[in-house]
């Protein structure tokens, strides 16, 4: 396994990193424990959870993800070898059962963050991240931006104030954020730069073969401002691994179950789904370990956030980091790409 450097700090992360987002929904305690053991059986030091999780999020499962891993942690007593992230929520109409709405003041991150604590059974955390902003902007795949100004928005200098003084408690070592934007990670770095603040130190936001947009503004500011890529949904939701072409629905899985994941499920997005598939094949290789593998090789990504509900799949995703794509390979993955770029934006 190859481990990078978190941002500007001493922290040297796996390349592939644990996903949670299923237990506690698709997965059991048990489950839980058996996936974090082939992971770091793997080589595997860095695993990220947060407060919302599982995922689809309801009042009677929060939280069930951190006491999973919690319990996990208490047992196996390595925490001083692993780097373990979480995330705060940001504003969301739809989480009332979290502290009555939540929000990104000093206030709700210090009892955010004390609550992920006590979950995992731990008396800090090595990456502390902002899930999404607080004000109105375009993530989770918007388009057609319209500028809105929010007067009841949480500032971003009174989030990262507010993360500063975790940091001083010592209950948190770094901070990142999540779904963010390219004048987000600006602000957040100029503010850091200009009133001494601890600085970001990585990016988490969705990238993988059917959605590329984190090239058009944020790889170069990850790559100049060593604010690297925490990339999820590299598989977009299971999509790329090709077992819900020609619509099919395996059992248990993750579109088969839920309504609500459709982000890359249009017919254009199948179609050149198919195409990848059949680039793979053509290659000798698994279309899922491609996807990973074309993931994990760009120059801004620290690490690829992988997930799974079985062992099974686990296994085959973790293989993904024993896998270096030719440069024909990648040649005709991007021909395939600019023939349709980002159906799934």
């Not at 925490?79 to 003041?105: C, F, H, Q, W």
């Not at 500063?164 to 999540?178: A, F, H, P, Q, T």
């Not at 248990?252 to 499920?265: C, D, K, M, N, P």
């Amino acid at each position: 396994m190859e481990y990078r450097k978190l941002g500007q700090t001493s922290l040297k992360v796996s390349k592939i990193c644990l996903g949670t987002m299923t237990w506690g929904e698709q997965n059991s305690e048990a489950e839980a424990h058996e996936q974090l053991d082939a992971a770091i059986a793997a080589g595997v030091n860095f695993i990220d959870t947060a407060e919302m999780y599982p995922v689809p999020p309801k009042a009677d499962t929060q939280g069930l993800t951190e006491q999973y891993l919690g319990s996990w942690l208490k047992k196996q007593q390595q925490r001083d070898k692993l780097v373990i992230a979480s995330k705060v929520v940001g504003r969301s109409e739809n989480m009332t059962y979290l502290r009555d709405g939540p929000r990104l003041n000093a206030r709700q991150i210090k009892q955010a963050c004390e609550a992920s604590l006590k979950r995992l059974q731990t008396d800090y955390l090595d990456l502390y991240q902002i899930h999404w902003p607080e004000r109105k902007a375009n993530f989770f795949g918007q388009l057609g931006y319209q500028h809105q100004e929010d007067e009841q928005a949480i500032s971003i200098e009174e989030t990262l104030k507010a993360c500063e003084d975790l940091v001083k408690e010592g209950k948190v070592r770094y901070l990142g954020i999540s779904n963010e934007t390219s004048w987000g990670l600006h602000e957040y770095l100029r503010l850091s730069n200009e009133q001494q603040l601890p600085r970001i130190q990585s990016i988490q936001n969705p990238y993988n073969l059917l959605n590329r947009t984190f090239e058009v503004g944020l790889a170069e500011m990850a790559i100049r401002e060593e604010v690297g890529l925490l990339a999820y949904s590299p598989l977009g939701f299971g999509v790329l691994s090709g077992k819900y072409l020609n619509q099919a629905k395996p059992a248990g899985a993750r579109l088969t179950l839920y309504e609500r994941f459709q982000r890359y499920t249009s017919p254009l997005a199948e179609k050149t789904t198919a195409r990848y598939v059949q680039l793979a094949q053509d290659s000798g290789l698994d279309p899922a370990q491609m996807a990973l593998a074309f993931v994990t090789q760009r120059p801004f990504v620290t690490s690829n956030i992988i997930g799974a509900t079985t062992l099974e799949q686990l296994q085959n995703n973790l293989e993904s980091a024993n896998l270096t794509l030719t440069d024909e390979q990648l040649d005709a993955i991007e021909q395939i790409h600019l023939e349709q770029p980002n159906p799934c934006p």
